[in-house]
């Protein structure tokens, strides 16, 4: 005798939900153990009682698809049933491109990246002690970026069931500090050469005047040669 077997169950669930599936047969068993699978992998930590697997609290980790089986025919698996599970945002992170020092007046993006199902659809941007939203979208484009830009900046991603925020650091170095440096790094350079030429100046001044030198082109000298 074949077993036909399938799964009942919800095509989504909210995460905080609970939710039974059910496998259901065609034939009549007696007293039959039912088993679970969840993407191929035997279940061992949820709740099976009959032929019913109940889930207490759906969290995102419970999605994937799901099938049963009878043992003793653990090779005859009911069709997949995929649970879908909706959820608010989640691990909301936030980069900064180009990455390194940013000077003032140069252009910088801000994005922002979170998990949700269904996809987090809206993005607001804020900066610490603002009192309105500095913008909206996945990126956040600064064009000529300015020393009032320096401080927290968070974005805020929201779907049909929630919201999140990830936040990042923005450091911005004054342009008149940052020309400041250069000025610093090219005099010193200078002041170095200055120095080199100097000292190889005044080797080549005492190599010249040595007593040796003088003595091979004084007159008694190239007469006691002569």
Not at 13 to 34: M, N, Q, R, Y
Not at 170 to 199: D, E, M, N, P, Y
């Amino acid at each position: 005798m074949t077993v036909e077997l399938h799964v009942e169950a919800p095509e989504e669930v909210t995460e905080g939900e609970s939710a039974d599936l059910t496998c259901k047969t065609t034939c009549s068993l007696t007293d039959p153990t039912f088993i679970w699978y969840k993407d191929g992998r035997p279940l061992t930590t949820k709740t099976i009682k009959n032929n019913q697997l109940h889930l207490q609290t759906v969290s995102s980790e419970d999605a994937g698809s799901y099938s049963c089986a009878v043992r003793g025919d653990q090779h005859l698996h009911s069709t997949a049933h995929r649970l879908r599970v909706r959820y608010p945002p989640k691990s909301v992170s936030v980069s900064i491109s180009p990455s390194g020092e940013i000077v003032e007046g140069s252009s910088v993006t801000l994005t922002c990246s979170s998990d949700g199902n269904p996809p987090v659809k809206n993005y607001t941007w804020f900066k610490e002690g603002g009192a309105s939203p500095a913008g909206s979208g996945q990126n956040y484009n600064i064009i000529s970026i300015t020393a009032d830009h320096t401080g927290l900046h968070y974005c805020e991603a929201q779907n049909d069931h929630g919201a999140l925020n990830g936040t990042v650091m923005v450091s911005v170095k004054s342009q008149s500090l940052f020309a400041v440096w250069i000025a610093v790094g090219v005099g010193s350079f200078v002041l170095l050469l200055i120095t080199v030429l100097i000292c190889d100046y005044r080797m080549k001044a005492m190599k010249t005047t040595s007593p040796v030198h003088l003595l091979k082109t004084s007159p008694v000298y190239t007469r006691m040669l002569l």
